[in-house]
């Protein structure tokens, strides 16, 4: 079985702590906190730290290795736990994505599916976007002859402001290739997907 390693590191974007520490200060300042007292004063130095790791995916190897036993059944992880942050309001969401794929000629490490869901959900994002950001990738890096992405979360712009729909989960999925066009697998794949997620 030939492994093959690829250094996966996610693009680097324009960041400087300094600005973005000061810049919190002067907006919870506007919105009316009072920044002198104990508990707060090293809040916005806290709040560019803590949004800085969540907008910050980390790099990693992808293995993938020859499929040399002819695999053809579908490999799936259930329940990948996803934590992101929506781009309307910059608030988290969080969830679990199932991500699944019908082997080709190359397969991947198993723990790399968890890897990859990362990978696309540290930014600012809309749910949408990286359920389809998941499954491009997947198809473009293993060609697989289908590939499943199904993500299920909870939204804190939804459930703490506004409708204050809590508990509240969207669901967003793409099916590409074999998963998309046969019925079976298509089926096969969402059974398995939501199995223990009611
Ligand atoms: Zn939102």
């Known amino acids: 079985m030939t492994a093959t390693a690829e250094r996966i590191t996610p693009r680097r974007t324009r960041r400087n702590s300094?600005?973005?520490e000061r810049a919190a200060a002067e907006f919870l300042t506007a919105l009316g906190l009072d920044l002198t007292t104990a508990g707060l004063s090293e809040t916005p130095a806290r709040m560019a730290r803590a949004y800085a790791e969540l907008l910050t995916p980390r790099p990693f190897e992808l293995t993938t290795f020859d499929n040399d036993e002819g695999y053809d059944e579908l490999v799936l992880a259930r329940s990948i736990p996803i934590r992101s942050v929506c781009e309307h309001h910059l608030l988290p969401f969080v969830g679990v994505a199932h991500v699944g794929y019908l082997p080709?000629?190359?397969?991947?490490g198993l723990s790399k599916l968890a890897r990859v869901v990362e990978l696309f959900a540290h930014g600012a994002q809309v749910q949408e976007r990286l359920t389809k950001q998941i499954a491009d990738w997947l198809h473009q890096q293993l060609q697989p002859r289908g590939v499943g992405?199904?993500?299920e979360a909870e939204h804190l712009c939804m459930s703490l402001r506004g409708v204050q729909a809590t508990g509240a989960r969207t669901m967003t999925s793409t099916l590409l290739g074999t998963l998309r066009d046969d019925g079976r697998s298509r089926a096969e794949f969402l059974a398995l997907a939501r199995l223990g997620t009611q």
């Open 104 to 108: 080709g000629d190359r397969i991947l």
């Open 149 to 151: 992405v199904v993500i």
């Open 18 to 20: 300094g600005d973005a």
